[in-house]
């Protein structure tokens, strides 16, 4: 189809058909009532030590863990003992980011909505350098609709997107079903956060969806700032076992960026070099 000058194209519909490998299944079955879906981009086959971490904290909770993978490398990615074989991964092209990878598992399998407990995470964070069972139980325990790891009011009051909790099969609800039928394959991470991370929240708040946070930013930093930036260190210090990837590759965005080595030894006797 030709463009017309000044009628940019409209970027198309992530869809699942004929674009999604199916690289690992899980050995055994695990319950359909918890699923978690992990967005992953990598330009190498192994997983790192925060992403296996992070897979084998949901799987020890009972959980069915999906990878929706764009890694740009085309061998097969491999997972630690304990991880590997334990998990269902999707190759996918890099396209769309973490709301393109949530978007095309559940077009792969629907039945992902109806679960009673669905987590949709990324791996922007550097960690869990602790356990999650407690975390998770105050997830599945929450009486909210959607329930997120960090609130903030930056750009407008949200849940922070890397991991996000929905309770009660509440993603089959039709404003919801719509909203990830509609997202597209954007090229600007700024648009991206705009109109999915951003407009998601406000979806929720327009729908009158419940939603409550394990660390709110009124906890971390003052109204408008990043806590999971801003307030890393504070994060922390409260029981928040991750730091994001961003602080440790771009220091200069965080405040005593150049402590945070120091800072997760000291809390959890973790090498933070050893989770990138």
């Given at each position: ?64 863990v999906v990878v929706s ?48 407990h669905v987590i949709l ?156």
């Open positions: 189809m030709m463009r017309l000058p000044g009628h940019p194209q409209r970027p198309r519909v992530i869809d699942a058909k004929g674009s999604v490998l199916v690289e690992q299944r899980e050995a055994r079955p695990y319950p359909s009532e918890r699923v978690a879906v992990i967005a992953h981009y990598s330009t190498c086959a192994k997983a790192s030590k925060s992403l296996n971490a992070l897979a084998r904290g949901l799987l020890d909770a009972d959980y069915r993978s764009g890694a740009t490398v085309p061998e097969p990615l491999s997972f630690e003992d304990g991880v590997q074989g334990r998990l269902t991964v999707l190759r996918k092209p890099n396209i769309g980011y973490d709301f393109g990878s949530w978007a095309m598992a559940q077009a792969w399998d629907p039945s992902i909505q109806r679960a009673k995470a990324n791996d922007s964070l550097v960690g869990p350098f602790a356990p999650l069972r407690e975390m998770l139980a105050r997830f599945e325990a929450s009486k909210a609709d959607v329930y997120g790891m960090t609130s903030t009011t930056q750009f407008g009051p949200h849940l922070q997107s890397y991991f996000l909790g929905f309770n009660d099969a509440v993603l089959s609800e039709r404003a919801l079903r719509r909203f990830w039928r509609s997202i597209r394959h954007e090229r600007d991470k700024d648009v991206v956060i705009h109109r999915n991370e951003i407009g998601l929240g406000r979806l929720l708040w327009r729908e009158g969806f419940s939603q409550d946070a394990a660390f709110p930013y009124w906890r971390v930093v003052d109204a408008g700032l990043n806590p999971t930036i801003r307030g890393w260190q504070r994060l922390l210090e409260i029981g928040f076992p991750f730091v994001k990837r961003q602080i440790l590759r771009t220091p200069e965005v965080a405040p005593n960026a150049d402590q945070v080595s120091s800072v997760v030894r000291r809390l959890y006797g973790a090498d933070v070099r050893e989770w990138l």
